[in-house]
């Protein structure tokens, strides 16, 4: 885990921003959907948002003798070896780069990290010049007018969870309000797009109760189940679909008014 702070300077009043959460893209898989991850990049290109890489950037299973999920049938024959994989993680997020605010593993990528003694995430977040946090990482972003700030707590992880619903997903996801004090949670792993909030009630230094409302987001994924002439994990668990893509935040910082995209 990281704790990071990015300062973001603002000119008007009326300014607003976006931060998208990007994960679980497992280039080298071969349902990844294509045309949604491009959509959804070409989305904070012009859009010039900020992002956070949520994990699992690519699928990362090679042939080993304790691997009991290589499926060679599950392999895209362009991207067979986790070194090409990653390389065409880095050609996507390149254009973009400058508004990168951190980079997580994942669980796929973690399992390369312990078997084979080189973490392709940490070399990957340096070629781009993002922070790099590990499996979670605590985000304060601090927009700055004049004077005048107004901050942004977020806290995210890749995300740990082997359930099947969604409200056993989000439940997983509001739990993360018990570790960190922050205004946005963000998880990925279950390749899910979702989002709640919750209200909490305090008590400001003039004995005014106000309310602080937070953020939980299920950052969504890429790859598309039940495709016809290919058998992956997903038929074979019986696993729901899920709609793919990714969410976004847009911020005011004067009004700290939030507003959630699925992108």
Not at 78 to 88: A, C, G
Not at 154 to 162: D, F, K, M, P, R
Request: net charge positive.
């Amino acid at each position: 885990m990281q704790v990071l702070k990015h300062i973001i300077p603002y000119q008007k009043q009326s300014d607003s921003f976006y931060i998208a959460f990007i994960g679980d893209t497992h280039i080298g898989h071969r349902t990844v959907d294509w045309p949604t991850l491009k959509r959804v990049l070409n989305w904070i290109k012009e859009n010039n948002a900020y992002w956070i890489f949520m994990g699992d950037a690519a699928h990362a299973i090679a042939p080993h003798p304790n691997e009991r999920r290589f499926d060679l049938d599950e392999l895209d024959p362009q991207f067979l070896t986790p070194e090409q994989q990653y390389k065409k993680v880095y050609e996507l997020l390149e254009p973009i780069r400058r508004q990168g605010l951190m980079i997580l593993t994942g669980n796929h990528d973690d399992v390369l990290r312990r078997r084979h003694y080189h973490d392709f995430v940490d070399a990957l977040a340096y070629k781009l010049g993002v922070a790099y946090a590990g499996y979670d990482g605590f985000l304060r972003l601090v927009f700055k007018r004049g004077r005048h700030q107004q901050r942004l707590d977020i806290y995210a992880h890749h995300g740990y969870y082997g359930g099947r619903t969604k409200a056993g997903k989000i439940n997983r996801l509001t739990d993360m309000a018990n570790l960190f004090e922050a205004d946005v949670y963000a998880m990925g792993h279950v390749h899910e797009i979702d989002y709640t909030t919750n209200v909490r009630l305090y008590v400001d230094s003039r004995l005014h109760v106000q309310e602080k409302v937070q953020h939980f987001l299920v950052t969504g994924g890429f790859i598309r189940g039940y495709v016809p002439n290919c058998h992956t994990y997903i038929e074979r668990r019986m696993l729901r679909p899920t709609r793919l893509g990714s969410i976004a935040l847009r911020f005011w910082p004067e009004t700290r008014k939030i507003e959630v995209i699925e992108i």
